[in-house]
């Protein structure tokens, strides 16, 4: 069922796709059987959307960066893979040179810039922000209003708590683009991120490991342990 | 005043209504009287909005959950009502099993996952996102980018600041969802929540008391008291 | 290239602009040369946009202010001026009475309140909330997911990184709005504020100074200085 007020530019349209009022999808873009298409949805030219996959109003794929302003090169490719089963939005933003596995959930608002390759069966949960070059592993968990910085990589079967910041240069941006002294945390397969935590550039949250609600990460935290506070410090070893 | 370029499929419409270019109305939505509809909103079939309530642009309202990848059963009714009086959006998402009092604002991107109970004439601000089955009592304003957790209790007259995290289960994640488990903080009316304030699962805060700016409160807070600092402890006794 | 599925109803239109589905411009809205309208932009009639901004999909500008439940007197003027060079959006929300200088980029679901002056080639990142009355000077950047309160008035060449919450009112709220002890926090030229920092009311955070990642301000802080800590402290001074 194609809505005869929507706009489709593509011929690579699969069996029982559904695309409602308004939505808008370019040449090029390919949606696979039993897709559904939201009112007010835009799909750019180079996206390619697994079958079953259901995309919510006012979602927009295949956003191309844009950047007056901001000091580093932006490079990407205009080609977006979003995998069979996903729910996307609404309002949600994926830049282009983006991968999405199997099943994986964006809410409300979430935003995927250029680069991001994310795993199977994740959640991103509403207003999450991952910037550029962020990796997310399979059944990975991310809550709501957290923040990914650019250059970020995260494990399997992660959880990253609500309200969580994440930095990428210990100088503040005060000495513009650096690329050498820019790299976002490393979180580790297993290991969970409590709400409000605060990750600074570069550190590694080890394998299995906890941080705990509100504690400030400025040195790397070993696998299996729990660790709290402004700094934070390890509180004990956990089972395993 | 219907626009010519709107998709209204209801004829339970009110005096006076407005619906503007490329609104997407479902059939059985209900619209009281003076109720205006602004441009790419989007508004489900079992939504029910009272009189002169004004609905900005790109708001969807009667979203179904929908979940890969979440752990928990989704339950929800497709009802939705809300009261007369209301401003909602633009961006707003309400999802199917919410009500919404008289005259409550919802901010830029405000979002109310399933089984949501708010009061009359409260502010949920900006990208406030508002997990399943919480309630909100009347004149209660939760401040921009707060995150308030599922099966959370917020009572009246309450004020959460901004960029508040909170939590309801304290095994993060790791262990799938376990319903007996999972529980929110419960505030109690005329409660105040300072910026950057972190609550973890199942505290109280006690009538009338005060979480200080950047506090992570741990344990129940009991009423009339001032807490502070990480984790939260009582400072003084607030006169009344 | 004015798309025939977009309803224009203003003429004031520069050379080569680029109108593209279901937008919505209102009479008197003016566009510069070469201004690109992505799909299911609203732009209001007393909108006036300079030469070569792209303004990308679901960004709305010029709403108007409406509060039922919020308790001080609304005040704003119908217009917004936004710069040459600029990019807005996806599903930014620019309310009336702003104003936007040249090159400077909104990210996603970024927002601006009544009374806004936000300088040139500044960042305003995704869903940065500013609230009313604020002003941003020339080469700012406000990274994704910050709140800037009321009444707040930032420098030039200002970091302020993501998570960051301010608050204008010591009272939480809790006595309704008294605009003569509501203000917002000032932070100087140069000055670099970190991840999931928290600025209270009034404070003043001077001339190159840093706040680290996580510092809870509850003072003015001396220009050149690093503080840290909850409450925040003087580290040492840096060197010029």
Redesign the interface.
Known sequence: MISK?A?VQTDLIGARVEV???A?IRKGARLGDGVVV???V?IGSGVEIGADT?I???T?LG?AP?????SRAIEFVPHIVIGP???LG??A?VFCGVEIGT???L???A?IREGGRIGA???L???V?L?YDVTVGD?T?I?????I?GLSCIGKRV?I???????NDNS???YGYRKEAIRGPTIED?A?????A?L?PCVVVGRGA?VA??A?VTKNVEPGVLVM??PARVVRRLSA
């Open positions: 007020h706009v409602h009022e308004f808008v939201h009112p007010h835009v259901e919510f109003p006012g927009v956003k844009k950047g007056p302003a901001i089963g996903c729910a609404p309002n933003v099943e994986t959930l809410g409300d608002g935003s069966r994740c959640i949960s509403r207003h922000t910037n059944d968990k809550m709501d209003n957290t923040h910085t959880f708590s609500t309200g969580v910041s994440t930095a503040l941006g005060l297993e969970a991120v409590g709400a409000s605060t600074l906890i609600a509100g400030v506070g402004c």
